[in-house]
DNA sequence: CACTAAATTTGTAATGATTACAATTTTATA
DNA sequence: TATAAAATTGTAATCATTACAAATTTAGTG
């Protein structure tokens, strides 16, 4: 993975702040909050501030290499898979899994006539570890 | 709808400020925020306090009579509806409908050993209304 | 290499929803 | 009525996010 071409390649300019954040998304697949991606980061780059990292997300996912979402309205927390995908958060753990939708033929019958352009799906319970010990 | 033997019969002490918040919950289906509760009762209960409808909501939820959701991150809404649906939200209109799941069958493959106490899905698109204007 | 304009980054202050908490009021109980 | 418990209220604190202006870096021009 070429972080720098795949930011200039999506019209994003790559500053030194933006390859830093954005490899440190495609590597963390753990969904970081903007807090834990400026405290894992400001070790590299001393001089980075926090409303750098607010900003150089939403330059990501206006430009579409990064999608965020919410878990029971606390933090934002940050993805750099595009995929449509669901999340599960355990209970007990509070581990974030992703979730492929593979049948994905959710039947909405009251939206025939409506355009979907976003689904959003994230379910909430007790993950298989948690459930054997 | 006898709202006071239906919080009486969930373990609510009926006080007329939750008589007031739940009446009004079940009568305005339009997921309301907090400030819209309070601002639309305050005239009805001129000490009305908005901390009041903070813990009354969170006494509901906790007892079972009331659900919540976020949309993007925002203001916390309230649905007096307990039975598990979508909701659909209209990027034009801002509209917030509700969307029966009828085939909650979604196949999660990898959660097959999880237990799944809780579904949230909700959907971003064009209405219907505003696709034919 | 200077010089200048544009883009980016930074720090601080403002915003806004939610929660903490202590004081006041209401309700239940003896 | 007197007293304790429960509910309500108002204010202050918290915390994520945004606004904004100053400072820094980068790009373009001669
Ligand atoms: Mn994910
Ligand atoms: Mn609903
Ligand atoms: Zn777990
Ligand atoms: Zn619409």
Redesign the pocket.
């Known amino acids: 993975m070429d972080f720098i071409s795949h930011l200039s390649s999506n019209n ?2 790559p ?4 390859i830093k954040i954005f490899e440190y998304l495609y590597k963390n697949t753990n969904h970081p ?3 834990i991606i400026y405290k894992d980061l400001v070790g590299d ?1 001393p ?6 990292v ?3 997300l ?2 990501f996912i206006d430009n579409g290499i990064t999608s965020t979402f ?1 878990i029971d ?4 927390r940050y993805d750099a898979i595009m995929e449509e995908h669901a999340h599960f958060k355990c209970n007990d753990c509070g581990q974030l899994y992703d979730v492929e939708i593979e049948a994905l033929k959710l039947k909405f019958s009251k939206l025939n006539d409506f355009q979907i352009d976003n689904t959003n799906i994230y379910l909430k319970g007790i993950c298989n570890k948690c459930l054997t010990k």
């Open positions: 994003i300019k500053s030194v702040q933006r909050t903007v807090d780059i001089t980075l501030s926090k409303t750098t607010y900003n150089t939403k330059l919410t309205g606390n933090e934002a």
